[in-house]
């Protein structure tokens, strides 16, 4: 198929999708041939498109400079095709690169709805709780199945215990079984043999027994106690605050969220345990729940930055926009995106939205081809719904039907469709998908960290500048303080010669102030001897006396 010019947005911002390739819609295979993408020839034609290359299909388009030249109509040389391809291939990647980068931005950052905008806490699970929805179905028990089935597990069973068995022709034995139909009364069983012949890692061995892990002190017990109250709220299990049902499905959530802190406890998970729960033990609706969240990769959805539930976003965007064009741009065009409609049908399996009955007929699915059942559901009651989608014109009523009808004719397709849903071949596709989200998310951090670390670079030689000028002005006052002590320095010296010269004229003069003093007292002896001389009175004749006047 040839795509001409196809425009759109996305979210808040818009694209532009100017692609000619030779692949069918919907086409995700490989090409290692060029370098810089995983993939080309992404999306798909619209509907004019389709109708014209089908009657045009058998003759070679090239693509050259933008005009479509068939070889019965026009003969180009080697060496005028080549640069001509080489440039719209490069022109053609650049498009294809910037469609699914705008495709995985939207994931992460939803216009409406946006569960992962970048204005929020780090644990965007806390804003499930205005998405995921009580179940509005009631209870529908269904009877007995007929005899034909029960007689075909119960062999199935027997076979399963024989060691000489064929592995392979066991394995689709029961697959045929599980699209027949699965008892009631058995759903438990089998479901333990589906997930014991799932082929992936098991969780870690339990380092506690499970009555222990029950007792233990969880952080997360007020969140779950809060949510054990909105799970199936009308089945008669769970409807007692204080019955069987809320204790066990509370153990199973509490223990789980002990068992595995690094995801602990996220809302969500309550619907599945609760299935498991009606038809299984509570310890053997323990381990399946593990199971489930390791062995089916369950557990990426519920981690903090609820990685997996993004790229199986991204993964359901890419596939609607690939098999049904019209439809992924008419939701866009009214801001319809996968966040308002298809979380808690990954999040839950489809329980928060179905029977009961109707949820463990889904999850009989689940066992047996993964989450992939998930995306096989949605794909085709899109494909059965895409008239009614594209013949609503607003976004209240877009999201009504995603929301609310697309639910039941999911319980009607399951009445007459069910073979056709879950033959549905979409696995490599969602493979292709993964490794390309994967590429765009790796992409998408090295730019991230690459811009980091340049504002990093660019705020340290900021502040290099600043403490270089700070250097500089600290410089020039220590030149500053230097020569003030120097001066300082100076005038202490000339103060120490002045206080010498002082200190050696203060010694003169206490000199002096001691001559001056004896010489003050022989005047003061010779003033007071000398009225006895003028007077006549004797003076004695010793020598010694006279002597001292002398």
Known sequence: AVVSTQSGHYGRGSFLCEVEIK??????????????SLFTGLFGTNNKDRHDTDSDSDSDVFRTSGVRRSRASTELSPSEVQPLTMASDRRVLRREKSCRMAIYDSVHSP?????????????????????ISTNEFEHDVLGERNRETVELWEKIFKKQSDPKKNEEHFRRDVQTAVFQGVPERMRGRIWRMLASLRKAKPPPPNEQSYDELCDTSSPFKPAIQLDIGRTFP??????????????????????????DPDVGYCQGMSFIAGILLVYLEEE????LFQNLLYKYDFRDNYKKDMCGLKMRLYQLTRLVHDRYY?????????????????????????????????????????????IDAIFKIIIFVLQVSQNEILGLKSF?????????????????????????????????????????????????????????????????????????????????ELERYRSEKRSTAEALDRANARLALVEAQNTTLIKENEWLRCEVANLQNTTTLEPHFKNGSSISADPLSLAGFG
């Open 23 to 36: 692949r069918p819609l919907g086409s995700l295979t490989p090409n290692t041939n060029r370098r810089g």
């Open 111 to 131: 216009q409406r709805g946006g569960m992962f905008a970048k204005n929020q806490r780090s644990d965007s699970r806390e804003s499930l709780s205005s998405i």
């Open 234 to 259: 009308k089945h008669p299990y769970f409807q007692d605050p204080e019955g069987e049902g809320q204790e066990k499905l509370s153990n199973i959530l509490v223990a789980y969220s002990a068992y």
């Open 284 to 287: 053997e609706a323990f381990q």
């Open 326 to 370: 019209s439809v992924h741009e008419h939701l866009n065009t009214y801001e319809v995106t996968p966040h308002l409609y298809a979380v808690s049908w990954l999040m839950t399996s489809f329980a928060t939205q179905l029977p009961l009955q109707v949820a463990a007929r889904v999850m009989d699915f689940v066992y047996l081809q993964g």
């Open 396 to 476: 209240e009523s877009l999201t009504k039907y995603m929301t609310e009808t697309i639910p039941q004719k999911i319980v009607a397709s399951f009445e007459y469709h069910t073979t056709e849903i879950f033959n549905l071949d979409i696995s490599t596709d969602l493979r292709d998908l993964h490794i390309e989200y994967k590429v765009l998310h790796e992409d998408v951090s090295n730019a991230n960290k690459t811009e980091f670390l340049e504002t990093k670079y660019n705020l340290l030689q900021q502040q290099s500048k600043a403490h270089t000028a700070q250097i500089a002005q600290l410089n020039r």
